[in-house]
């Protein structure tokens, strides 16, 4: 057969929202404490005790949101212990991840700090499991009210005269799980309470998030759209690819092909995700108001050997640069519903975009893939028909291509290809229907094994390469698509 891509140039309407590429910063492991935060005393060069590098790095890829401080610790974490003098403030233990004692230097003023250095839009998530509606009201009047009030002057005795924007707030992680093992009636019911008390202040509006279902948990969805679809802005989604079993998971660094199909066919699998939680969504919000909000995803491996197990800590691989990619291809090809999206997480934990070792700092295969699609960000959706050969393996075949197309607003339209197959090159003949394609660029991300990794040592083994195995022809293109590897193709049509 022919291997075909035909993307419909004069057909899109949909805006990829740019949130779709956002991130997710939670107190774990080395992610806060040696990921963004070293303290103003540090000798590692800081802004005001942020990680200079860091911020340099992730501003690159234009981060659109970070969400914060959790995960399963934003239901254990309690606010006003981190504001004040630092030295001030009291100790924690973090009970959900490796039970070390937080000094809470890092507190809601340092968060706001991050963001607008690194010029990302908040999104906080609020206390349900062990928090009450009044420290989550107080919080939010805290942050946004510009007016006089109790928590607007404690603000300001704390160094912050005028009020933060804060445009995302999620009431409640994972409150199946973590959040306190509810029921969705129960927490339905809690949702639409403690909703009523995030404020609008001072010209704030704040798009409000429930918690969604854990994966093909489609009566929690069922259950919240029908009792609280109408108090609700977005509704998450957290779902995780692991080669394995969660007993089980797998090494980050160590497998054969068979884990590398096992896992990109497990990525695949947020398509059914999206497709089914849409569709109950659908029933109850026709007009798509409601936002499905995928909030944290992205690979799940067994730690690195000898680091702390509740830490999270692995490495990123080629093959993780393929889920991203995969992953991205989907949110954009479901824009009409999904509003925004945060990989877990930024720095040092799970599919992390950064590495950090003391002073020394990397970025990851996962990082290149963001930066390498970063012009979707806000960009019209166009669609995009893929006809091509399958990958298969033991009898299981998936596609061996992902796409997703835009076209911003210079009218420059951005392909994105993923070519899963590790062992073979794809030849793709392809046409940009209502328009005619006059200048191609290109760029590849791929190595020469399907377990390449940047290390210290080796910082730039994995990084993106010009790609030139493209050529206009009358009517359309061909792009052979090596194997293993992410291809970003920007093309100005007539």
Not at 92 to 121: K, S, Y
Not at 371 to 379: I, S, T
Not at 412 to 439: F, H, M, Q, W, Y
């Amino acid at each position: 057969m022919v291997n075909r891509v035909i993307i419909g140039a004069d057909l899109g309407t949909v805006t990829i929202e740019k949130y779709i590429y956002g991130h997710f910063a939670e107190h774990l492991g080395r992610c806060i404490y040696e990921g963004f935060w070293v303290g103003e005393e540090s000798p590692i060069p800081n802004t005001r005790g942020i990680r200079n590098d860091v911020v340099e790095a992730l501003r690159k890829i234009k981060p659109p949101v970070l969400r914060w401080p959790g995960g399963c610790f934003a239901d254990e974490y309690h606010w006003k212990d981190g504001i004040g003098p630092r030295e001030s403030r009291p100790a924690r233990v973090n009970t959900h991840w490796g039970g070390v004692t937080e000094n809470n230097h890092f507190g809601t003023h340092e968060f706001m700090d991050l963001c607008e250095q690194l010029g990302a839009d908040p999104y906080i998530c609020g206390n349900v499991g062990s928090g009450t509606v009044q420290e989550m009201a107080e919080w939010v009047e805290y942050i946004t009210f510009a007016g006089k009030s109790e928590m607007a002057d404690l603000r300001r005795q704390n160094g912050r005269e005028e009020p933060w924007r804060l445009p995302f707030f999620g009431v409640g992680n994972e409150n199946w799980g973590c959040g306190g093992h509810m029921r969705p009636e129960y927490y339905a019911d809690l949702y639409r309470r403690y909703q009523t008390y995030v404020r609008h202040y001072s010209g704030n509006r704040v798009y409000k998030i429930a918690c969604g279902a854990n994966t093909a948990d489609y009566r929690w969805t069922e259950v919240l759209m029908r009792e609280a679809g109408r108090w609700m802005d977005g509704l998450s989604l957290h779902y995780y690819t692991l080669p394995g079993t969660w007993e089980k998971k797998g090494s980050a660094t160590q497998f054969d092909e068979s884990e590398w199909f096992s896992t990109l066919r497990n990525a695949l699998h947020m398509e059914e995700l999206i497709r089914r939680h849409s569709a109950i969504m659908d029933r109850y919000d026709p007009q798509r108001r409601v936002g499905l909000i995928v909030d944290e995803w992205g690979t799940w491996y067994d730690v690195e050997p000898g680091t702390n197990p509740g830490f999270l800590y692995q490495q990123n691989t080629l093959r993780d640069a393929l889920v991203a990619g995969i992953h991205l291809n989907i949110f954009n090809n479901h824009a009409e519903r999904v509003k925004m999206a945060n990989i877990a997480q930024t720095v040092n934990v799970l599919q992390a975009m950064i590495l950090t070792d003391g002073p020394r700092m990397i970025v990851t295969p996962t990082y290149h893939v963001f930066e390498m699609y970063q012009h979707h960000q806000g960009a019209t959706l166009l669609p995009v028909w893929v006809n091509c050969d399958n990958y298969t393996m033991d009898g299981e075949a998936i596609p061996a291509v992902s796409a997703s197309a835009s076209r911003d607003a210079q009218g420059v339209i951005t392909l994105s290809l993923c070519n899963l197959d590790p062992n073979r090159s794809i030849e793709l003949k392809g046409e940009a229907r209502g328009t005619e394609i006059r200048e191609i660029t290109g760029r590849v991300l791929t190595a020469g094994a399907i377990d390449a990794h940047n290390t210290f040592e080796d910082p730039e083994r994995v990084a993106p390469t010009q790609f030139d195995e493209h050529r206009l022809e009358q009517g359309g293109l061909t792009v052979k698509l090596p194997p293993k590897s992410v291809v970003v193709l920007r093309m100005r049509a007539s």
